[in-house]
């Protein structure tokens, strides 16, 4: 348990809000592609 609270915390430090040229804001996830393939293997 305490692995996935720690997993979905650094997710969500990589959260950022955006800012779109019609004004309005949405999510992006910065993550790479290394690190999505591992959290997807962790749900697995």
Request: proline share 0%.
């Amino acid at each position: 348990m305490d692995e996935l609270k720690k997993d979905f915390s650094y997710i969500l430090d990589k959260v950022k809000v955006v800012k779109s040229g019609f004004g309005k804001k949405y999510l992006r996830l910065e993550l790479n592609e290394d690190e999505l393939v591992k959290f997807r293997r962790g749900l697995h």
